[in-house]
């Protein structure tokens, strides 16, 4: 990911929409995910490529390296099948709004 720092407390994914994309998941999906990870605040951005802006009160910059780790997690629990590994996956949501994945 390209992390960016933004002042003194904001910290931006600025190629979110592409790594969403390489994901083959919703931005609105993954960025709830790094945000309840985080127990940050953030907002996408409005652009043509969106990026995610990330606030998290008392902490400031949130480190490359902890951004990473948090995508290598969701990876692990939405995208990658649990049987063959395979980031060939479906992502669905039953009416319980429960997510299972589809490989």
Do not use: W
Not at 53 to 78: C, F, M, N, Q, T
Not at 85 to 102: A, G, M, V
């Amino acid at each position: 990911p390209q992390v960016v720092k933004r002042g003194n407390k904001k910290t931006c994914i600025d190629n979110f929409s592409l790594l969403c994309e390489e994901l083959g998941r919703d931005l609105r999906h993954v960025s709830s995910f790094i945000l309840s990870e985080l127990g940050a605040s953030g907002v996408l951005t409005k652009d043509d490529y969106p990026s995610l802006v990330l606030s998290s009160p008392g902490r400031g910059y949130i480190s490359h390296k902890r951004i990473e780790d948090i995508l290598r997690l969701y990876a692990l629990e939405y995208v990658l099948c649990r049987e063959c590994h395979s980031p060939d996956t479906i992502l669905t949501q039953d009416d319980n709004k429960c997510f299972f994945l589809e490989c």
